[in-house]
C-alpha cells in the first residue's frame, strides 16, 4: 500500500502562486488515482483536484488556478497553485486508491490519507 506525505504549505499573499506536493512513500503513485482535498477550520473537507488514468478533475472554484500532476517516477503528485485567495486557506490533504471507483470528487473513495500540509492566504 502507498502512504502520501504532504509537504510545502506556508503563508503566502494574496495573488500569489504555490506548489505543495505528495510523496509516495513505500510505493509509487503508478496505478492509483491521488487526490487533492482540502479542510478549512470548522468546515467539512471538500475536493480540490484529482489525477487518474482518465485525466484530471478540478473543483469549480479552482478550475483555471490550480494544476495537478505527477512527476515521471510517479513518486510525487504536485499541486501548482496560482493566484490564491484568502478562501483558499485551509489544510490540504492528499489521497490515494488503487480501486476504480467514482465519484473521484467523494473523500470516501480514498484508501490513503496523508497528515496534510497548511496553506494560509493573507489578504
Known amino acids: 500500500q502507498v502512504q502520501p506525505v504532504e509537504s510545502g504549505g506556508r503563508l503566502v499573499q494574496a495573488g500569489d502562486s504555490l506548489r505543495i506536493s505528495c510523496a509516495a512513500s513505500?510505493?509509487?503513485?503508478?496505478?492509483?488515482?491521488v487526490a487533492w482535498f482540502r479542510q478549512a477550520p470548522g468546515k467539512e473537507r471538500n475536493f480540490v483536484a484529482a489525477?487518474?488514468?482518465?485525466?484530471?478533475n478540478y473543483a469549480d472554484s479552482v478550475q483555471g488556478r490550480f494544476t495537478i500532476s505527477r512527476d515521471n517516477g510517479e513518486k510525487t503528485v504536485y499541486l501548482q497553485m496560482n493566484d490564491l485567495k484568502p478562501e483558499d486557506t485551509a489544510i490540504y490533504f492528499c489521497?490515494?486508491?488503487?480501486?476504480?471507483?467514482?465519484?473521484?470528487?467523494?473523500?470516501?473513495?480514498?484508501?490513503?490519507w496523508g497528515q496534510g500540509t497548511q496553506v494560509t492566504v493573507s489578504s
Open positions: 489521497a490515494a486508491t488503487a480501486r476504480s471507483v467514482a465519484p473521484v470528487t467523494s473523500p470516501v473513495a480514498y484508501d490513503y
Open positions: 513505500r510505493r509509487t503513485f503508478s496505478r492509483y488515482t
Open positions: 489525477s487518474s488514468w482518465s485525466g484530471s
